[in-house]
């Protein structure tokens, strides 16, 4: 996560011991946002150390450019996925790679963006605004079924059933457009419940993971940043929730068999006080591993 007022890169000095950061070399990180991590990554590596930073959000991309201006040189940035990181370092091994899956706070905050309904705005959710489909697409012309099946598998949610067929009503209707509009009837159809996260939670996480297909090819994408590293190259992986965080761990169960070592036996987690200046960062779980050094 990035370094934009109000916005606080999550797990930082956590990151940053995992990754063994040192002057010089190469780092990638392959999620920059608002290049909160980016920054402190750079000053780490200073006098001379380089990063290259990809995000496939360009809005986003652009203000890290204006953060990251100052280390001149040293960083490189492109409009790129993650999962393109290996022909984006040209040949080059990394000395660390940082993942953070979080979305951004200028994603979360910004209404027109349709990630949070926190603020009334149009149902986007999409990283890249260039192309795809929409979450108000996906509410309006998913079937009942299929809507259930992907509100319960990347929401989570128990009551899958009863929010789809409230779904499914309101559309008849007329077309559902906005975060609001969505909330409401997420509320109405979840009924009362004892959790202190919003009802609609769960189902907005759901639409953002399908809109921009968050999960797919994940342990690949995973498996081929480990395989970017130099001998003694380290990666860490940020997750904000426990899909990614599986995804994750079973990617680093098939490295630790083929000359990578896993540095967190479990994902390390905020503390109480990183937690109270940061509650967007409650969810973080970072793991990290290591690529063995070459064999003489």
């Known amino acids: 996560m990035g ?4 916005h606080v890169p999550v797990l930082l000095a956590e990151t940053l011991e995992l990754l063994a950061v040192k002057p010089g070399g190469f780092w990638v990180d392959g999620t920059v946002g608002l290049g909160g991590h980016a920054a402190a990554l750079l000053h780490a590596c200073a006098p001379d150390g380089r990063l290259l930073g990809l ?3 360009t809005e986003t991309l652009e203000r890290a450019r204006q953060a990251l201006s100052p280390f001149g040189a040293r960083v490189r940035l492109e409009a790129a996925d993650f999962r393109e990181m290996a022909e984006r370092l040209r040949g080059e091994g990394a000395d660390g790679v940082l993942l953070d899956l979080g979305v951004s706070s200028a994603q979360l905050d910004d209404p027109e963006r349709g990630f949070s309904f926190q603020a009334d705005g149009p149902l986007d959710m999409r990283m890249d605004r260039s192309q795809g489909e929409t979450a108000a697409d996906v509410v309006n012309r998913t079937r009942e ?3 259930c099946d992907l509100i319960h598998r990347y929401g989570e949610e128990r009551a899958s059933r009863r929010i789809a067929r409230a779904i499914a009503r309101a559309r008849e209707t007329r077309r559902i457009r906005t975060t609001a509009e969505l909330a409401e009837i997420v509320r109405r159809a979840a009924g009362r419940r004892r959790s202190r996260i919003h009802p609609a939670t769960r189902t907005f996480q ?3 993971i399908r809109v921009n297909r968050e999960l797919e090819g994940l342990g690949g994408a995973v498996e081929r940043a480990a395989d970017c590293l130099k001998p003694g190259g380290r ?3 940020i997750a904000f929730h426990s899909l990614e965080d599986r995804a994750v761990k079973v990617a680093f169960r098939g490295l630790a068999t083929r000359g990578f070592r896993i540095l967190t036996r479990k994902p390390v987690r905020p503390g109480e006080a990183e937690v109270r200046r940061n509650p967007r960062g409650r969810s973080a779980r970072l793991r990290a591993l290591e690529r063995e050094e070459a064999q003489s």
């Open 145 to 147: 079924s299929e809507l």
């Open 235 to 237: 990666l860490a992986v």
């Open 206 to 208: 759901a639409l953002r």
């Open 3 to 6: 370094s934009d007022a109000g």
């Open 55 to 57: 995000d496939r959000d």
